[in-house]
């Protein structure tokens, strides 16, 4: 058999980690490449960078080359590396898919299959679950620190030290910028105060001054006492260096700049996912401006854009979405479908573990080596000793060693266990945090008509309009009108059907 083709792809998060991690990773990658016929071309690493936004100079470029098509495959020690935001990740990895490029966990067996998709959604789901639990602490905490006045990080401010955490003022800088305050206040101008500080030989951090040196200065409000932090005021970190008087006198007021009303990223939640139930073509987003100026969006059939003949009408963007994730979080409220999943995914995990023909080899050979050791352990114990039996002592304990070290990659390959509760918090989280990440693993497709609308979930043992035996949700809710009030009368009557 041909050998694959395949790239490494590597990152750390923070400068906690070390080398190590990456070494770790590379590590396992290649393992997993020596036992599945794959050949290593390139490594790509992403140091301190955050998985969160792919905002990472190596991936990029990964990216980029995966358009030469002249490898198969990237391969990361886990998914998290590729990716902490799930939105990121499914629209990068489609950029892999259209260069027929695949992404392969080396840690996480998943399946080119519809339960292997699901697994990996849940677990794209789960990582970034944990990047969000993770920031919401960190958030926390650090807001807990500047309550207490703790400085939390930075660059210091000239004419601040920090002092067991707390910012206390540099006495000699401090009357820099009183005198550059003063001066100004008293009509001086900017050019003037630092010629005159040049002539002081007096330096911002070993650099002459500048001009944007001097008005970032002095419209920086921590001089006066006051430290902003979102919507929050603290008045408890940064000692006042400036009277307010004088602080008010000579403040710099900026200059908000506008953008236009088309210059803001709008986003479709629905995109990729939305389907004429009449013509068959993709219904995408749509922007249009009202007589009075205001700009309103819709989701519209693009063969009508096309002109086709298709007759479907335009739906308001924000009521078909607030209409649909109604229908979405009443179906995830039932117990029925919740069960479904778990049980989809337990199958799932027991069906890897019973065709890890590997990790029944490997046992094997774990089992023959620890009898030969046992045995030559034995034979030491009885006085049998040489150079020779200390070198094949030495010889199985290395071998023993590695095979554990084999065995535990493989059982982190394929035991990733959800319970019951964790799938319960995963989507509690996602209903609260992110009704997105909903849309984006859970629902397959959404056929929209004029009178129904039919929303088709991405589940193993998925079913579609056209099975004649019915469908659980559909059963349950065939009978059900979602009435969303002040809306388009097409919506007030129209029909949920879930397939799933």
């Known amino acids: 058999m041909e050998a694959k083709r395949a790239v490494i792809y590597a990152r750390y998060s923070s400068d906690s980690q070390t080398e190590q991690s990456i070494e770790g990773q590379i590590r396992v990658c290649e393992d997993y490449a020596l036992k599945n016929n794959i050949v290593i071309l390139d490594v790509y690493i992403d140091r301190a960078q955050t998985g969160t936004n792919d905002n990472r100079a190596e991936f990029q470029r990964m990216l980029k080359d995966s358009n030469k098509k002249n490898w198969d495959m990237v391969l990361v020690y886990k998914l998290d590396r590729f ?23 080396a840690m996480e067996n998943i399946p080119d299959t ?8 849940i677990i794209e789901g789960y990582n970034e679950y944990y990047s969000e639990d993770v920031r919401q602490k960190v958030k926390r905490g650090m807001r807990e620190s500047r309550l207490k006045g703790n400085f939390t990080g930075g660059t210091i401010l000239y004419g601040y030290k920090v002092v067991n955490h707390k910012v206390v003022i ?3 800088r401090a009357e820099v910028v009183r ?7 008293q009509g001086v101008f900017a050019k003037d105060i630092i010629k005159e500080l040049n002539a002081k030989g007096i330096t911002y951090n070993g ?20 430290y902003r932090h979102g919507d929050e005021v603290f008045t408890n970190i940064y000692p006042q260096i400036v009277p307010q008087s004088i602080f008010d006198k000579v403040r710099i007021k900026t200059k908000k700049v506008k953008y236009g009303k088309h210059s803001a990223e709008v986003v479709y939640i629905l995109r990729n996912k939305v389907r004429c139930g009449y013509c068959g073509d993709t219904i995408s987003g749509e922007t249009g401006t009202a007589r009075d100026g205001s700009v309103k969006r819709y989701y519209k059939c693009f063969g009508r854009k096309r002109h086709n003949g298709c007759s479907k009408k335009m739906v308001r963007k924000e009521f078909l979405e607030e209409f649909v994730m109604d229908a979405l979080m009443e179906c995830l409220k039932s ?9 989809d995914l337990m199958e799932e995990q027991e069906r890897q573990a019973r065709q890890s023909s590997y990790m029944a080899l490997l046992k094997k050979e774990h089992k023959q080596t620890q009898t030969a050791l046992n045995n030559l352990v034995k034979a030491l114990e009885n006085g049998i000793s040489s150079a020779t039996t200390n070198k094949r002592l030495h010889e199985l304990e290395a071998k023993l060693e590695d095979i554990e070290k084999n065995i535990a990659i493989e059982q982190n390959k394929v035991i990733y266990t959800l319970t019951e509760a964790q799938m319960r918090e995963f989507y509690s989280m996602a209903l609260k945090l992110e009704p997105k990440m909903l849309i984006t693993h859970l629902i397959k497709e959404i056929v929209l008509y004029d009178d129904h609308i039919d929303i088709i979930y991405n589940t193993p043992t998925q079913t579609s309009p056209d099975d004649s035996q019915g469908f659980l949700f559909y059963k349950k809710y065939r009978n ?10 097409q919506l007030q009557k129209m029909l949920v059907r879930m397939y799933i």
């Not at 040196?213 to 001089?223: D, F, P, R, V």
């Not at 117990?335 to 049980?343: A, L, N, S």
Request: charged share 30%.
């Open 480 to 489: 059900m009108k979602y009435v969303i009030q002040n809306k388009p009368v």
């Open 207 to 226: 650099k002459p001054f500048a001009r944007n040196t001097i008005y970032n200065m002095l419209k920086n409000e921590k001089y006066s006492g006051v």
């Open 179 to 185: 005198y550059v305050y003063l001066q100004y206040s």
């Open 170 to 172: 540099d006495e000699e």
């Open 114 to 121: 519809p339960e292997g998709k699901l697994f990996r959604s």
């Open 83 to 105: 990716a902490r935001n799930q939105y990121e990740a499914v629209n990068n990895r489609r950029k892999l898919e259209n260069n027929k490029v695949a992404l392969v966990s």
């Open 335 to 343: 117990k029925e479908y919740m069960d479904r999943i778990i049980k």
